[in-house]
């Protein structure tokens, strides 16, 4: 049975001291709550080891928003999966549109991270999604295809079945403009289909796919409600602790 899993991606924000208070905020906002889903965050590098161990008596998990494919090596300022692992990651955000656009990741550099991120045991969260221009010209299913695609390509069914999928249209990130409930179920119903042409129809299943792109508490209830959306990546919200929670507490 796939997981439902809330996901804070802080992106470029919270220092250090800024960071313990967000998590420690987040800790006692969650405390002797029933959770439903599965709460990670996604913290600056810097910042990981000492989330990491405020965390360590909570459901909260501890995830990286980017990592390189290689294992160590002169690649400044870059930072491998084992390192990740090292100060306690157990998940990693891998090709969201900001690494794809502003720093000209393709496909390919983010299938090599796929890969490098399952055979360090870390579980990663393939981001995809179209831009505007590509919604409007009716190429959605297409570029989600081809990320997909290309982002799983050569993973065995079983690393298939731990890879966590993002679903972030462009044009919904940060814009404060959401996907309805029923266009991104539509591309979620879309990519469980690609999953068992892909691989088969028990991994299509098993595979968590979350929404991303201007989740907030007053829309997270009924885009969690739909069949194929299990879970959210949360940018914006995700940095205010009362917030998050109203997103994880909707599921
Ligand atoms: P947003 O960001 O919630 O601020 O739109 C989502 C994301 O980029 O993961």
Known sequence: MRKNIIAGNWKMNKDLSEAVKLVSDLKSELDGKTLNAVVIVAPPFVALEAVKSLIKDSPIKLAAQNMHNEDSGA??????????????CEFVILGHSERRTIFNETDEFINCKVKQALANDLLPILCCGESLEERETSKTMEVVEKQIKAGLKDLTNEQIEKTIIAYEPIWAIGTGKTASPEQAQEVHAFIRKLLIEISNESVAENVTIQYGGSVKPDNSKELLSKPDIDGALVGGACLKADSFRDIILSV
């Open 75 to 88: 690649f400044t300022g870059e930072v491998s999966a084992s390192m990740l692992k090292s100060v306690g």
